[in-house]
């Protein structure tokens, strides 16, 4: 505990090494995406190494501390506006895909004139949504042709689809 409070590297690295594995499993029984709970663990433990000053033997365990940390910035990040856009995101990309994959579908998409209703969507949305459904690109591609960041490129299919929703289902 000494060698933590002075900030010695070896004794992280032991801290790591021997609790990394719990946290991560906590992580993990609230967040399905273990790229993102790798993110979270890497997280928890730079403010753990920045905060470690303000641990209080005598108010409880080391691993309770952490663990609590840990706990907190996951639900932080589940709340976040950014992830639960993310998790939307991602199950359009999904379904869409689903959709794809199948050829009865494919040819549903023609009786539909998906195509045809694409027109009716801002022209950010369109071409974000032809490039993406039309022509097969992924959404990095389509950030890279277009010169736009990917957050914008993930933001006009979102709302090009919710758009699309709308006038297929009225």
């Not at 609590?68 to 998790?87: A, F, H």
């Not at 998409?109 to 974000?128: A, H, N």
């Amino acid at each position: 505990m000494l060698l933590l409070k002075t900030g010695d590297q070896s004794a992280f690295s032991y801290l790591y090494d021997n609790y990394a594995g719990a946290l991560n499993t906590v992580i993990c029984k609230l967040i399905s995406d273990q790229h993102l709970a790798e993110d979270i663990l890497q997280e928890a433990f730079v403010k753990i190494w920045n905060n470690f000053s303000s641990y209080d033997a005598t108010k409880g365990r080391l691993f309770t501390w952490m663990l609590n940390i840990t706990r907190n910035l996951t639900i932080d990040t589940i709340r976040s506006k950014g992830y639960k856009t993310q998790t939307k995101i991602q199950n359009s990309d999904i379904a869409v895909t689903t959709v794809n994959n199948n050829s009865n579908e494919n040819d549903k998409f023609d009786t539909l004139g998906l195509r045809e209703q694409t027109m009716q969507l801002k022209e950010e949305q369109k071409k974000v949504i032809d490039l993406a459904y039309f022509e097969g690109f992924t959404q990095e591609e389509i950030s890279k042709t277009l010169g736009i960041p990917l957050g914008t490129v993930k933001t006009r299919i979102r709302s090009g689809i919710s758009v699309l929703k709308k006038l297929l289902v009225t």
